[in-house]
Nanobody, 116 residues
Framework: QVQLVELGGGLVQAGGSLKLSCAAA????????LGWYRQSPGKERELVAD???????KYADSVKGRFTISRDNVKPTVDLQMNSLKPEDTAVYYC??????????WGQGTQVTVSS
């Protein structure tokens, strides 16, 4: 079992920045991928960015150049630095872990609201 605890989020004006952090606990040696997803009302949950244990990253096209994902394999934690935020980035952001058996674990979610 893996437990994920998210920190960060909140309200920010368009053009501003926020940083989300997620700390993993439990069977951390089994974790392969750590990432962030988001879901806004009426929409499906979508990938924002993820990073493998080897350091390979993947970003949604909508956040490329604005968001940066980083990972500390020792703790382990995964951070999402969000710059140049837009109102359309408003959503509940979820931390996700995938273990080597391809099992998914989710955090409780944290609200990010970007005002115009």
């Amino acid at each position: 079992q893996v437990q994920l605890v998210e920190l960060g989020g909140g309200l920010v004006q368009a053009g501003g920045s926020l940083k989300l952090s997620c700390a993993a606990a439990g069977d951390i040696r089994t974790i392969n991928v750590l990432g962030w997803y988001r879901q806004s009302p009426g929409k499906e949950r979508e990938l924002v960015a993820d990073v493998t244990s080897g350091g390979s990253t993947k970003y949604a096209d909508s956040v490329k150049g604005r968001f940066t994902i980083s990972r500390d394999n020792v703790k382990p934690t995964v951070d999402l630095q969000m710059n140049s935020l837009k109102p359309e980035d408003t959503a509940v952001y979820y931390c996700k872990a995938i273990n080597w058996a391809m099992r998914n674990y989710w955090g409780q979610g944290t609200q990010v609201t970007v005002s115009s």
